[in-house]
């Protein structure tokens, strides 16, 4: 993690940790979590982004993105920090991943039959889930929903391997 840092803080000029809002839901499991840095902010504070309608799949980000930060990205190396989260105990290794508050948004308005369904998650967000292993993007919200519900209620670290 020192040396993901200091390249990051070479390449960026920035903190190479920030901090984000995310949760299950708009209501549970919201926390803060820490992300490696993988794209530059503006200095107004706000990241250059075009806010996507697709939670799943933004592939505005990728001209945003460097080499190393999509390397970053592709090999789950920009996860790592949050495993101060785990050791604190407001994550866990597999679980829900835990969606930024603007994506939760989208999801409750345009998905809310979906959206209840997170809403009755009882496990606490995870690094890692079936989806991030599993799941397909171009399937879609459900196979998320679906894949997440699977583990919420046969979780098992066997259905990860």
Same mark, same amino acid.
């Given at each position: 993690?020192?040396?993901?840092?200091?390249?990051?803080?070479?390449?960026?000029?920035?903190?190479?940790?920030?901090i984000? !809002?995310?949760?299950?839901? #708009? *209501?549970?499991?919201?926390? +803060?979590?820490?992300?490696?840095?993988?794209?530059?902010?503006?200095? %107004?504070?706000?990241?250059?982004?075009?806010?996507?309608t697709?939670i799943?799949?933004?592939?505005e980000?990728?001209?945003?993105?460097?080499?190393f930060?999509?390397?970053?990205?592709?090999?789950?190396?920009? !996860?790592?920090?949050?495993? #101060? *989260?785990?050791f604190?105990? +407001?994550?866990?290794?597999?679980?829900p991943?835990?969606?930024m508050? %603007?994506?939760?948004?989208?999801?409750?308005?345009k998905?809310?039959?979906?959206?209840?369904i997170?809403?009755?998650?009882?496990?606490?967000?995870g690094?890692?889930?079936?989806?991030?292993?599993?799941?397909?993007?171009?399937?879609?919200?459900? *196979?998320?929903?679906?894949?997440?519900?699977?583990?919420?209620?046969?979780?098992?670290?066997?259905?990860?391997?």
């Open positions: 993690m020192i040396l993901i840092s200091f390249a990051l803080f070479i390449q960026f000029k920035q903190s190479p940790i920030f984000q !809002e995310r949760g299950i839901t #708009l *209501n549970r499991f919201r926390y +803060k979590i820490l992300k490696f840095r993988t794209i530059k902010k503006e200095s %107004s504070n706000k990241f250059i982004v075009k806010k996507s697709n799943l799949y933004k592939p980000l990728t001209s945003k993105l460097t080499k930060t999509n390397w970053l990205r592709k090999t789950g190396l920009d !996860e790592l920090p949050q495993l #101060l *989260n785990v604190a105990g +407001k994550m866990s290794l597999i679980g991943r835990p969606l508050l %603007s994506d939760l948004e989208i999801m409750q308005q998905h809310p039959e979906l959206y209840e997170r809403e009755s998650f009882e496990r606490i967000p690094i890692s889930g079936l989806w991030q292993i599993y799941g397909e993007r171009n399937k879609g919200i459900e *196979n998320l929903i679906l894949l997440e519900t699977k583990y919420e209620k046969h979780g098992s670290l066997m259905l990860v391997i």
